[in-house]
């Protein structure tokens, strides 16, 4: 069993094997001999190339090779840590390291913690500790300060998804963490894009990390075709929804911008009759479940969402992934597109562009070494014309070093000032 070849345990290769996984993925291929060295790891790989299971099945072997002192003695304490930015990517990875870990002799207990349900159940599945713990960070901070769970002992921490935590939005949560977890510990930091300065600052709170970088070249094809199509910014819906009823579209997510805009393009369509509907971080979390299983289900067809689901959400066989909206950033469109084309499954996504947005895909697509010819759909032809960008005065003359905007921000701003659906 190649699994075995990577130095696993024959009980792991048959749990792996169990999920359907039985040629181990060029990132479990580098990442799995890696980790199982003890040695803190920092590894990127494209969406959807079998990430999780590349930190999952070494981490559970890590875990029955070290000493099991402190489970028992401490109370509360955790052996394994896994922090995720989303609480859908928790659920998700929470179930790939139990399935995993049911096969082994003494079945290592696995919590998943996550914001949007009641935290008492979850202070309960911890009493006694767990040797896994899945968590996102805001709802780990609070019941550290319940002193439902101690961190001290902590032997493996996991980032998953790393650069989104080490980003703004989660830095100050995530260095709060850090400061709860024991200095000697190994540490896998793992994503699919790491810009060059988050690159940095997680350079240096590794520990002589091995690099792992699994190019795009080296991957089995994550067969994604990309195309772009111009069309004008209040025809946006009917071109989605021509497309939609046209190719025959099965199962199709869509990025917009913003949660006011999923409801509402999601009614519009579901007016029409395609059964879509809204996923966005106003929704409870149990509506968030729901919506989630559903689409999976094939109960949905189209499911318009934010970039809540732009992140290691995995949905097997996602034939299209639409951004109704462009994203902000280079980075935002690989996730977003990563959402297609899973294990090796081909995909497409189809980015709609407008006068206004042109520019700003332009930058994406430079950003990705990537030249889409802009389509035009018959019926749909644009007519729009860009607004000129009118440059912001700063308050002085001259501007105020460091705070003028730069032709990028115009742009963004541009592009986000577009966002109001038609
Ligand atoms: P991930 O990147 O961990 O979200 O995994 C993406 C998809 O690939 C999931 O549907 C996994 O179940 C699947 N997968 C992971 N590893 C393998 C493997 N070795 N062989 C086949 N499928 C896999």
Redesign the pocket.
Known sequence: MPFLSLGLLPTLAQA?SA???????PI?SEAIPAVLTGADVLASAQ????????FALPLLQRLQELPAENRHSYGRAIRALIVVPTRELAA?VGD?VRSLAQALPQSPKVVVASGGVSINPQMMALRGGADVLVATPGRLLDLAAQNAVQLATVRLLVLDEADRLLDLGFAEELGKVLTLLPPRRQSLFFSATFPPDVRALAGQMLRDPVNISVASTEIPPADITQRAIRVDTDKRTQLLRHLIKDQGWKRVLVFVATKYAAELVAEKLYKAKIYATAFHGDLSQGARKQVLAEFKDEQWEVVITTDLAAR?I?I?KLPVVVNYDLPRSAVDYVHRIGRTG??GEPGLAISFVTADTEAHFHLIEKRQGLSLPLEEVAGFEPTEVATPIVPQIAADKGGIKGKRPSKKDKLRALAAAQTKPD
């Open positions: 792996a999920l359907g996984f039985t040629t181990p993925t479990q969406t959807g190339s079998g990430k999780t299971a590349a998700q790939v290691g995995d097997a899973r294990a």
